[in-house]
């Protein structure tokens, strides 16, 4: 139990789908952040807010977008994805994004596009 | 470009000693992170090098060479419990993780 909980654990979506990934942090952290893990691939960083306000969005394709309404909760809204979009999802949080705390994980969420 | 490598697997004995190398290429650098990640698990930190040397936790001990851009993770007494993913990363200058794709430590009895 790191502090940081996701739901759904596991997620099949259509293409056509919507969806919304959710992460809650107990922790009293400002930063969290939006990863997806491939296999056998690095972590990729997708998004991350800084005191509720995004401060990193790399290249991430439209059709994944993140809400932040305060600090201690995260969504990914997931629309019109593709069966390459299949991963693990985790959030994460630390203190603050700009400094070299730790970060802390939650479980994530596999997803898979059929 | 930002590049972290290590090894994809590694094998090792219970009781043993196991070394899991890691080399960095970034934009800057503000230190090395080691995660352990069980499998269907989140990462969990072990360890944050930014100045050379090694640091000790128990079992587990991190070097960090900064003019070689090399890390490394020793891990002693080696348990079954130790078979996971490691996850290396380092800190660039914008304070942003650049990871590895992480080695998985198998450990046979």
């Known amino acids: 139990e790191t502090g940081v909980t996701q739901t759904p654990r596991h997620l099949v979506m259509g293409m056509t789908n919507k969806k919304s990934l959710k992460c809650e942090q107990h922790l009293g952290h400002n930063a969290m952040y939006w990863y997806k893990q491939s296999a056998k691939k690095p972590l990729e960083l997708m998004f991350v807010y800084n005191f509720k306000e995004q401060t990193e969005n790399n290249s991430v394709p439209s059709r994944f977008s993140p809400e932040c309404p305060n600090s201690s909760h995260l969504f990914l809204h997931l629309h019109t994805l593709q069966p390459e979009d299949s991963a693990l999802y985790l959030c994460?949080?630390?203190?603050?994004?700009?400094?070299?705390?730790?970060?802390?994980f939650g479980p994530g969420t596999r997803l898979t596009v059929t | 470009g930002q590049n972290i490598d290590q090894p994809t697997e590694m094998t090792a004995t219970e009781g043993a000693i196991v070394q899991i190398n890691c080399t960095y290429q970034?934009?800057?650098?503000?230190?090395l992170f080691w995660y352990q990640q069980h499998a269907g698990e989140a990462p969990t930190f072990l360890s944050y090098n930014v100045l050379d040397g090694l640091e000790e936790k128990g079992r587990f001990s991190s070097f960090l060479s900064r003019s070689k851009g090399y890390s490394y993770l020793l891990l002693k007494e080696l348990q079954m419990k130790d078979s996971a993913s490691y996850l290396c990363a380092s800190l660039d200058s914008n304070y942003q993780l650049i990871w590895g794709a992480g080695t998985k430590l198998i450990i046979k009895p």
């Open positions: 994460a949080s630390s203190q603050e994004a700009s400094g070299s705390d730790e970060q802390y």
């Open positions: 970034t934009s800057g650098f503000n230190g």
